[in-house]
């Protein structure tokens, strides 16, 4: 049986075993998608991401939970692009990946010695949430009062779909406990989506947000440690629904993954018009081990 070098890479954190985990597998082209599934279900990630040639970008990257493929993935392309520049495979700092959410510009820059890496989102979209309050709050371990009354619940979409649930309180986080089964019956117009509870109070006052990020029942896993697409909503989001008079190009930071002992950081850049918002995030990334497994 063959064996597969995995790198796995932590994003969104300098430290090792912070962050979120991304398993990275440069000869992507050598597996086929069911051997990548088996992989990414091997590995055990939130998501395993695969490094494939690409005939209009620079390179593809398909990405993979242990339940089945993604379109985008925001912590799995920044552990690849940190991982094809620590082998030395890429040396440009502008370049594009094609992803099945469209083709992205990356750009690379160095920052406090550290590899800061900017990745574009697609154009932001929100679909109303019309399910019951209460059963959602109780699909996360929550009450329904625990909710933001002041803020809408939306579904909204940088590249990946998933639902923005304003909260209260910081102190809510830390109570929460997903039934992620449970999420289809609640989510009635998107129920493959995952729910992303946000909130304004923050643990650092250098932050701007706090969230957590559980998954889909069809993903194979339960939390996210933290969420680059997710982010990237909650840029918009914080834009059309909270303060639409922030002046733009502005700069939002997300913290996330402390609940689960994962805590890193993302930048959300927003810009553009508010009909047509421009998002981007970035973020850092460590190498942590590479990792064997054998296939079929």
């Known amino acids: 049986m063959p064996k597969v070098k995995i ?14 985990p991304a398993g990275v597998v440069l000869n992507g082209e050598d597996y086929s998608e069911k051997q990548m599934l088996a992989i990414a279900a091997a590995v055990g990630f939130n998501e395993t991401a695969f490094v494939v040639p690409s005939d209009i970008a620079d390179f593809r990257i398909r990405y993979f939970t242990p339940g089945h493929e993604m379109n985008l993935c925001g912590h799995a392309t920044m552990g690849t692009v940190y991982a094809l520049r620590m082998d030395g495979i890429l040396e440009k700092s502008n370049f594009t990946i094609e992803t099945n959410a469209g083709v992205l510009p990356i750009q690379i820059r160095e920052e406090n010695n550290q590899l800061l890496i900017t990745m574009q989102h697609a ?19 929550i009450r329904e009062e625990d909710l933001h009354s002041e803020f809408p ?13 304003p909260i209260k309180q910081l102190s809510s986080f830390s109570k929460m406990t997903p039934n992620t089964e449970a999420f289809p019956k609640v989510l009635l117009e998107m129920p493959r989506v995952s729910v992303h509870p946000i909130c304004f109070e923050v643990r650092d006052h250098e932050n701007d ?13 339960i939390e996210d440690a933290i969420t680059g697409t997710a982010s990237g909503v909650m840029g918009a989001y914080y834009k059309k629904f909270v303060n639409k008079d922030i002046s733009l190009p502005a700069t939002l ?3 996330q993954g402390h609940e689960i ?21 970035s973020g850092t990334a460590v190498f942590v081990k590479n990792i064997e497994i054998e296939i079929e």
């Open 123 to 141: 154009k932001p979209q929100f679909h109303s949430f019309s399910g019951s309050k209460s059963d959602l709050a109780a699909s996360i371990g």
């Open 253 to 255: 930071i997300v913290e």
């Open 209 to 221: 947000m706090h969230a957590r990020h559980f998954s889909s029942p069809y993903s194979g896993t």
């Open 153 to 165: 619940i939306v579904y909204g979409s940088t590249g990946i779909w998933t639902l923005i649930i």
């Open 7 to 20: 790198r796995h890479i932590d994003a969104f954190s300098s430290i090792p075993e912070k962050g979120n």
């Open 261 to 281: 002992n994962k805590d890193g950081r993302v930048y959300v850049h927003v810009n553009g018009e508010e009909e047509q918002l421009n998002i981007s995030i």
